[in-house]
């Protein structure tokens, strides 16, 4: 299964806590990195007075069902070290599912797609840049023509075309 994940730091050594976040997921059993956007300054969402974050996408060959990988992904921003702290506060290290394939699930905490996948340029910038084509399980729409209907007003800022990971150097 072809899953789309969000990331995204705006505390700290941002660089290195990406870098930590995808090489922990690319450890994991039974899932690959396969590649990875651009790295992306944005400003925040919601709580404005904090640091800008840097944001990336990522997409993973996944063979474990979409609430495992979410258990993980709980898991790998714990060991990272992030802090909780308030709605759309600061944080060390922040991973979602966008897409997990064409599934349409909500459980508990996990909701697939992501509720705010449309609204969110920092996830749409990226996402476009590996998978523009990609049709949204529910509204029909590709990520493309999500970015381009967007109206986020937020900054979002290409910063390097590739971050460099341990993961591309094997």
Known sequence: MIVYLSLGSNLGDRRNYLRQALDALDSLELLDVLRVSSTYETEPVGVKEQPDFLNLAAELECRIPATLLHARIKEIEQAIGRSRSERWG????????IYF?????????LVVPHRERSRRRFVLEP?????PGFVDPVLGLSVREMLLACDDPARVVRTSSALPLSLEEH
């Open 90 to 97: 600061p944080r060390e290290i922040d991973i979602d599912i």
């Open 101 to 109: 394939g064409s599934l349409v699930l909500e459980e508990g905490t």
């Open 127 to 131: 996402m476009a840049e590996l998978a």
